[in-house]
């Protein structure tokens, strides 16, 4: 459940949470909802998929069901997720949680704060903090930058960089090496990403501790759930751990809504909705 894994944190994961979520017309329709996911993980060895099935409390998703384990969801009044947890399957003991609070941070002067905590050496224990700045305290249109002493967090710092409503650089730092990496990303601007309009919180309750999007063991498959357009090709240079070239293509449904992310010719994420 993502301790201490070897896959790099981006820590994007609140972009769209707080922001002001308006309607849109062209949005498929709010009757339509995320049933499963199928996705394989990226990791070395490979091998095998993993299935995660969703339980709604009315329009608000309350549970991902991994089989062998379960995330629960609390939302405040605005419909905002509050809280995150993290179960093993028929276990009561907590396994991580992340609090999610407003804060100050630096520049604007707003910040989301995560506070997380997981289990460790027979106890249940804070692990650290997370900031996510944002680039106003009004609008929250995106986030400028991420700090963070989760002790579980590869890299503490990314700065980014944001063009046409999409991330299109990350930079990425540790306390050792000071300089890790830069993320490219590109995108097709004639495809909107209708998934991240119908379903805007959903890169924040993806995060695992670790920060990967569940455990698919590839930080690069966080700009998909962030993004107001299509991401056709990632980019990652820097530490020869995490360097990749990554281009990808996609099908739909009759919603315009992804049903399948390929990665260089493989399959590796599949999407199935209420409206299929």
């Not at 990791?43 to 062998?68: L, Q």
């Not at 700090?147 to 590869?154: E, F």
């Not at 503490?156 to 991330?167: A, H, S």
């Not at 992310?261 to 409206?275: A, D």
Request: hydrophobic share 30%.
């Amino acid at each position: 459940m993502g301790f201490k894994n070897k896959y790099l944190i981006t820590l994007i994961l609140s972009i769209l949470f707080f922001s002001c979520n308006k309607p849109n017309s062209s949005n498929p329709s709010n009757s339509c909802k995320i049933t499963k996911i199928i996705y394989t993980p990226q990791t070395s060895g490979g091998g095998g998929y993993v299935e995660c099935n969703f339980t709604y409390t009315g329009n608000n998703i309350s549970k991902f069901d991994f089989g062998n384990g379960v995330w629960l969801f609390t939302y405040d009044a605005f419909n905002r997720v509050k809280r995150h947890e993290v179960y093993f399957a028929g276990d009561p003991q907590i396994v991580e949680s992340h609090t999610f609070v407003e804060g100050w941070g630096p520049g604007t002067g707003f910040a989301v704060l995560s506070i997380d905590s997981s289990f460790y050496n027979g106890q249940f224990q804070a692990t650290g903090r997370t900031a996510y700045n944002y680039n106003n305290y009004q609008a929250r249109d995106y986030i400028t930058s991420v700090q963070s002493n989760n002790s579980y967090v590869i890299y503490d710092n990314v700065d980014f960089t944001w063009q046409n409503g999409d991330p299109i650089t990350a930079i990425l730092t540790d306390p050792n090496t000071s300089f890790a990496g830069i993320d490219s990303i590109s995108y097709d601007l004639t495809k909107t990403n209708k998934f991240n309009q119908l379903f805007p919180s959903f890169i924040f309750q993806g995060l695992s501790n670790s920060g990967e999007i569940f455990s698919t063991g590839s930080k690069y498959m966080l700009y998909h759930f962030m993004s107001k357009h299509m991401v056709s090709k990632v980019t990652i240079t820097g530490d020869p751990y995490y360097k990749m070239v990554g281009n990808f293509t996609y099908t739909y449904n009759a919603q315009d809504l992804v049903k399948e992310i390929k990665l260089n010719g493989t399959t590796v994420m599949r999407f199935f909705y209420s409206c299929d």
